[in-house]
C-alpha cells in the first residue's frame, strides 16, 4: 500500500536513520537509499525502506563516529557556505565550480569512508579505502591546475576541521567517557586523514618520477 504518509522529508529521515540530512542526501545521489522526488524537487523517503535500512545496519551502526563525522560535515558546510572567506584562499580560487562542486562530493565520500573505519579500525579496508580517496583528491585538484603545496592547503583546511571536530567532543563531552578513549579516537582519525595525504602526494610524485 502506499499513500502520502508513508513518505517523509529529508530531515525526518535523517531523524528516523539518526544521521545528518548531508548523509542522507549523499546516499540518495549515489542510488544508496531509495527516494523520489516531488513536484517541487523535494526528496521523499520511504518509512519502509528506512526500516530496513536500519535493520541492515544495526548491528554495525556506530553512533560515536556519526557523531564525530556529522560534528565535522556540521563545520564544513559552514566554512564551504563563507564563500567569501574561501574566495581570498588561492588554492580554492584556483578551483571552477564544476571542480568546487567535485570537491564537495569527495568530501562527502571521504565522511562516509571515516564512519565505517571509526566502527572497524582493525580492519584494513578502510585504510586503504582512505588511500584510494587520495588519489582521488590528488588527480582531481591537480586536474585543475593546482600546484602540490596548492594542494597541501587545501588538504589541511578540511583535515583540521575534522580534527577539530574530534577535539571539541571530547572536550564537551558530558558522558564520562575516558579520556583515553577519546585519545583513540583521534589517533584513528589521524591514521585515517594521514593515508589520504599519502595518496594525494603520490599523485604528485608520478609526474616527478619519484
Not at 22 to 51: S, V
Not at 172 to 191: E, F, I, K, M, Y
Request: glycine share 10%.
Amino acid at each position: 500500500m502506499s499513500n502520502s504518509s508513508e513518505w517523509v522529508s529529508l530531515g525526518e529521515a535523517a531523524e528516523i536513520i539518526g544521521v545528518h540530512p548531508a548523509t542522507i542526501r549523499n546516499w540518495a545521489e549515489r542510488g544508496e537509499l531509495p527516494c523520489r522526488r516531488t513536484p517541487g524537487g523535494h526528496r521523499r523517503f520511504r518509512r519502509a525502506d528506512l526500516e530496513q535500512w536500519l535493520e541492515t545496519h544495526r548491528a554495525a551502526r556506530p553512533t560515536e563516529a556519526l557523531v564525530v563525522v556529522q560534528n565535522a560535515l556540521g563545520r564544513t558546510r559552514l566554512e564551504v557556505g563563507n564563500r567569501e572567506k574561501l574566495a581570498n584562499l588561492d588554492w580554492y580560487a584556483r578551483l571552477d565550480e564544476e571542480g568546487r562542486e567535485m570537491m564537495r562530493q569527495q568530501g562527502l565520500n571521504m565522511m562516509d569512508a571515516l564512519i565505517k573505519y571509526l566502527a572497524h579500525p582493525e580492519s584494513p579496508e578502510g585504510l586503504r579505502a582512505s588511500f584510494e580517496i587520495g588519489t582521488a583528491y590528488g588527480m582531481f585538484l591537480k586536474g585543475q591546475g593546482l600546484t602540490l603545496s596548492q594542494a597541501l592547503q587545501g588538504y589541511y583546511y578540511f583535515a583540521d576541521i575534522l580534527l577539530d571536530a574530534v577535539i571539541q567532543l571530547a572536550e564537551a563531552s558530558s558522558s564520562g567517557r575516558a579520556s583515553a578513549n577519546w585519545g583513540d579516537t583521534l589517533r584513528q582519525v589521524h591514521a585515517f586523514t594521514r593515508e589520504t595525504l599519502v595518496g594525494m602526494v603520490k599523485v604528485y610524485e608520478r609526474d616527478l618520477g619519484l
